[in-house]
C-alpha cells in the first residue's frame, strides 16, 4: 500500500454470498419457457461475474444452438430472479464478522458488482450484510460494468478514499482485471467462482477464510 487504508470494497457473488443456486434456478426457468433442458449448477456457476445479460448468453449457448433474443430473454430472467427471491443464497462463513470488525476499525465499506443494483441491495438487505456499507454500486448504477474501472474508482470515492487508500476483495480473473485498472490493490478471495484455477491472478494478496481478512489488510495497511 502506498499509504493508509481508509476503504475496502468487495465483489458480492461469490465474495461475500454464495447466490449461485438462485442465479442457477432463474436460469434454468428461463431455458424453460424456451424449451430447453436444465443446466447444472457447477456449470452456471462458471458463468457468473459480468452481469445478468452474458449470463443468460452463456446459458442459452449451453443449452441450445440458437441464439436468442437476448433482451427479452433477459428481462425473463430478471423477472424470474425477481420473484424467486434470495432464499437460497447464503453469506460464507465469517464473512459478516469480518465486516463487523473492519467498520469498527474504522474502515469505509462498499460494494462494487456486475449484478444489477436493485438485486444486490436486497440480497444485502436479506442476508443482514447491508448495515455499515457506505456505498453499493452495481452493473445498472452508472452505465459502465466491471472490467471498466470507473464503478471501482466510484466506490472509492463514495467512501471518501483514493485509490491508493483503497483495496478491492473479489473471487475473479474480472475483478482482479478491474483493480489494475483502477490501480487499487486486490487481494483474492480463494473459495468464490473462479472459472480457471489454475490460471494465476495477479494480486497482492489471497485468502480463503473470512476470519483471517481483517488481519490481513492490517498488515497491508502497515506497508
Known sequence: MKGAVKA??????GTLVDSAPDLCAAANATLADEGLGALDLATVKGFIGDGIDALVARCFAQA?????????????????YGRQGHRRTRVFPGAKGALETLKAAGLRLAICTNKDEAFAIEILEATGLSAGL???VGGDTAGYRKPDP???????????????????????????ETAAAAGIDFILYEEGYRRDQGRPIARRAAFSAFPDLPRLIA?????
Request: charged share 25%; proline share 7%.
Open 134 to 136: 457506505d456505498a453499493v
Open 150 to 176: 470507473a464503478p471501482l474508482l466510484a466506490c472509492a470515492h463514495r467512501c471518501g478514499a483514493g485509490p491508493a487508500e483503497t483495496i478491492y476483495i473479489g473471487d475473479s480473473e474480472i475483478d482482479a
Open 64 to 80: 441450445s444452438t440458437k441464439p436468442p433474443d437476448l433482451a427479452a430473454a433477459s428481462a425473463r430472467f430478471r423477472g424470474h
Open 219 to 223: 498488515t497491508l495497511g502497515k506497508d
Open 8 to 13: 475496502v470494497v468487495f465483489d458480492l457473488d
